[in-house]
């Protein structure tokens, strides 16, 4: 265990790369392993890049908490510069007056409860085409694809919430559109050389072709957005009922109100539309994936939990969002999910500006953080029994995941917590409520419940899933008959 002017330890590094070959596919996995041998603070060299590797719920606090301006800025990651528009949007921006503003833009204009409240005529509607698909296919009595399923699902809400317009008629092709968002998840998360090797790491990006897809990918995603915001100005574009995510930006950069440090322009629309598609689309259908896993793994909870949605709503024929409140059983899952599969495992990266200690070991500016919210789930001194899927350990608990109690981080905390949170558990709770209440779920043909794989994915993408599709067979429940209108 290395100790040297009493920086955190950390396992030996090789030159230029340092330890960057330890990461794995898994990196929350390989760190969570190496956190066991060097401790919950812990310093890596990632390339070039200093890297301290949390894993405790202390520690966690000290970080995000009590230094959480010390700590609150992002590191500045090649790729994003590009997809952002040279960081003119809220995510990945490093922090300042121009993130502040933003920041407020986000939890006041865009994300507050008023607003995710009046899409949620979309949210059913979404919902209630996904039921109608699925029920066609009960009738057969074959699997169906939950997490193609799903994924298309929270893709089409986040979109109409964002464009004001379906897939379908947005006249870009869904197919092309995962393409890309895959593609931009892939630049974002791809450990580039440049990042990580000072100096030549840009030499050996141009030889990989790196260069050249990201290229490629913004420049798909810019005419897409440019169509869409065009769209919107244009004189003829028939009014929602709501306004989209675009009205509230383009009103914005009108009235230029709020707004102090920098100007609105059509390029912090597009790099927010960025965000809200990167922090939307896969996070919560990887949410509602793993609970339905986990429940398909454990018939019996998966009976609890409708039995709770079904007495609930009864004959009412749909789960509204106004029942959601009374499914205290169905809250619990989804915070037993977030616990075992937080969707972005390591949060997002953070960067330090000034010095601080934690466990009394000195942290200097410029660091990148990771907090392994992953490994802090699964830690046995705060849960018993943590690698299994119990909701139950909810019961008179005030634990929740919003950023107070440290846990329990699948959005983080401080002044970069997620702002979605809002938005993104509207969406699942309901999704999860409806497949409940309308269908009985069977394993395929010749499978057990020990047979369902849980192997999760890194990959290229910021956020871990579950690595094989979740295929169930749905069977209606024959005591709601209602059709769907
Ligand atoms: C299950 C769903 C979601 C999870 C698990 C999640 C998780 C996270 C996490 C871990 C962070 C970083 C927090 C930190 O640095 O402390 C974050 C930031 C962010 N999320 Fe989410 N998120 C989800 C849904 C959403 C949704 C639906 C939206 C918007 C539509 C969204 C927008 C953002 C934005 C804009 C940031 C950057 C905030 C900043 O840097 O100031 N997220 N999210």
Redesign the pocket.
């Known amino acids: 265990v290395r100790q040297n002017n009493n920086l955190p330890p950390g396992p030996p590094k090789l030159p230029i790369i340092g330890n960057l070959h330890q990461l794995g596919t898994l990196p929350h996995q390989s760190l969570c392993k190496l956190a066991k041998i060097y401790g919950p603070v812990m310093l890596l060299q990632l390339g070039g890049v200093p890297t301290l590797v949390i894993s405790s719920a202390e520690a966690a606090k000290v970080v995000?908490k009590v230094n959480d301006l010390n700590s609150c800025s992002?590191p500045l990651l090649p790729g994003a510069r590009t997809l952002t528009y040279n960081y003119r949007d809220?995510?990945?921006?490093p922090y300042g007056d121009y993130?502040r503003e933003m920041?407020k833009i986000?939890v006041l204009e865009l994300?507050s409860a008023k607003r995710v409240q009046s899409y949620r005529s979309i949210r059913e509607e979404e919902v209630d085409s996904l039921i109608n698909l699925i029920s066609e296919s009960s009738s057969s009595a074959t699997p169906v694809n939950l997490t193609e399923m799903l994924f298309s699902l929270t893709a089409s809400i986040?979109f109409r919430?964002a464009f004001g317009t379906t897939f379908e008629r947005s006249g870009f092709n869904n197919h092309r559109f995962h393409q890309v968002v895959h593609d931009v998840q892939a630049m974002l998360g791809s450990y580039s050389a440049a990042e990580f090797i000072p100096y030549v790491g840009w030499i050996v990006d141009r030889l990989s072709g790196l260069h050249q897809r990201f290229e490629r990918t913004f420049n798909e995603l810019d005419r897409f957005f440019q169509y869409v915001v065009d769209n919107h100005l244009s004189a003829e574009r028939t009014k929602t009922d709501h306004e989209d995510i675009i009205d509230v930006l383009l009103k914005l950069v009108r009235e230029q109100t709020g707004f102090g440090a920098a100007q609105l322009s059509q390029d912090n629309i597009k790099a927010v539309l960025l965000?809200?598609f990167l922090?939307?689309v896969d996070?919560?259908a990887?949410?509602m994936i793993w609970a339905m896993a986990e429940l398909a793994k454990q018939p019996k909870l998966m009976k609890k939990a409708q039995d709770e949605v079904r007495t609930s709503i009864g004959n009412k024929g749909r789960v509204s969002e106004s029942d959601i409140d009374q499914l205290e059983y169905l809250k619990m899952i989804v915070k037993e999910t977030?616990r075992l599969h937080?969707?972005?495992a390591l949060?997002?990266p953070?960067e330090t500006i000034s010095h601080f200690k934690v466990n009394g070991f000195e942290v200097h500016p410029k660091t990148t953080i990771h907090?392994n919210?992953w490994a802090i789930g699964r830690d046995p001194g705060y849960w018993k029994s943590p690698e299994e899927f119990i909701p139950e350990r909810f019961v008179d608990s005030s634990t929740d995941f919003k950023g107070q109690h440290f846990e329990l981080?699948?959005?983080?905390?401080?002044?970069?917590?997620?702002?979605?949170?809002y938005?993104?558990?509207t969406?699942?709770e309901l999704g999860l409520a409806n497949l409940l209440y309308w269908f009985d779920w069977k394993l395929p043909d010749g499978m057990k419940e020990e047979d369902i794989n849980m192997e999760e994915e890194a990959g290229i993408s910021l956020t871990i899933s579950k690595k094989i599709a979740l295929n169930l067979v749905p069977a209606k429940y024959s005591g709601t008959h209602q059709k769907i209108a």
């Open positions: 995000l992002r809220v995510g990945f921006t993130w920041r986000c994300f986040v919430i965000n809200v922090g939307g996070t919560g990887i949410t977030f937080p969707p972005a949060l997002l953070r907090i919210a981080l699948p959005f983080g905390s401080g002044r970069r917590v997620c702002p979605g949170i938005m993104a558990t969406m699942v």
